[in-house]
């Protein structure tokens, strides 16, 4: 149950702003380099939330790194939604906090490249009554694709050049 329309004409915008970020490996897979362009993060944040609106979602959860943590603000204030980060401490996973019962939850990433993460935020949010409405990323990925639950990124993998992989944004290795 994928939305793929954004990815069948993907908003050069978008593209042109991921390209500035640049993406680059992080502790929970790759990110967005969020210290680059607050515009370039903007654009990014508010065109995946209104990929997300239809979903009606009342949380964001993703993993805790300060690149998604940028990224998953952005988003949640533009849907009016919660904030719920996800940490792994020695192989603990936590919340930030409690997500409301029958609340209807987003799980968010730059990119989907571990299932064992996705696996682990999916197995967390469910702890409670809660509806995991759709895997969102800002590049799609098999990984998401397996989740069997809804997905909406803004991007195709493949879809940027080579060198935004590691984009003149990037940090480099931030792991």
Do not use: C, K
């Not at 640049?22 to 515009?39: C, E, K, M, R």
């Not at 197995?123 to 909406?152: D, F, H, K, N």
């Amino acid at each position: 149950m994928s939305d793929t329309s954004n990815l069948n004409a993907p908003d050069p915008a978008v593209r042109a702003a991921v390209r500035e970020l640049g993406i680059a490996p992080d502790t929970h897979g790759p990110t967005l380099n969020t210290a680059v362009s607050s515009a370039a993060v903007e654009l990014v944040g508010r065109s995946l939330s209104e990929a997300l609106r239809p979903y009606r979602p009342t949380a964001v959860t993703f993993w805790n790194s300060s690149d998604e943590a940028v990224l998953g603000h952005v988003v949640a204030r533009e849907l009016g939604a919660a904030v719920v980060r996800a940490d792994d401490v020695e192989g603990l996973v936590a919340l930030s906090t409690e997500i409301a019962p029958d609340a209807r939850v987003v799980l968010l990433a730059t990119a989907w490249t571990n299932p064992m993460r996705l696996q682990a935020l999916v197995a967390m949010a469910r702890v409670g009554p809660v509806e995991i409405v759709a895997v969102a990323s800002v590049l799609a990925s098999p990984e998401q694709a397996a989740s069997e639950l809804p997905t909406v990124s803004l991007l195709a993998a493949d879809s940027l050049a080579p060198d935004a992989v590691t984009g003149a944004g990037a940090a480099g290795d931030r792991t």
